[in-house]
């Protein structure tokens, strides 16, 4: 098996309607004629341009505890964007910016860490786009942008290892470890999470 790194977002349940219209307005507009109707719990509706286990038929969550979409995003070049293009990725368009997909969002309404909180799992699908998650700037900043734009509460990089993840955002950048120094164990993770609502 590949490597399969992934940046794993947190936040209020309610929030991931916001972070998934954030995520489909990075998409590729080439893949507007590819969506899927979700209904999210709550009732809440929303039509993506993505798809889920590749098909476009409606998917209802509203008593699920999961939720998996097969996205593109649209990245700003940088250089470790460009290396990888030039290596058999795809090429960038004329707005600088470069498609990359299938990445895989896998969505928990209680996420791992904390039962209150949703994850946004973003998986890599293969192992140069997984060494490119951990090589370019642009990649992570998208991906902290999305937790900060949908009111985040923490973005987490992952290798999928064992080894410690690193700390990308936690209500600004970073580059702390889960576990580390500052973060020896969940708790110590999930009280440093800025929401007002604790």
Known sequence: MGLTYSYDIYLRPR???TLLTAMAERAPTARAGRSVEVTLPG????????????ESDPVDC???????????LLFDLDDALR???LTGGPRPGADGRIQIGYIYATIRFASRLHPDYASVECCAATSDMSRLFARSAS??????DLT???GGVCCLFDTGDGAPEQVCWLGEPTRDTFPG????DRRALVTAWSDPER
């Open 15 to 17: 929030s991931v309607a």
């Open 83 to 85: 290396e990888y293009a």
């Open 62 to 72: 509203s008593t699920s505890g999961t939720l998996d979409l097969d996205t593109s």
């Open 139 to 144: 990649v992570r900043k998208l991906f902290t």
């Open 43 to 54: 009732g809440e509706r929303l039509v993506l341009p993505f798809t889920s286990a590749f």
């Open 148 to 150: 900060a734009d949908a």
């Open 181 to 184: 120094p500052r973060f020896p």
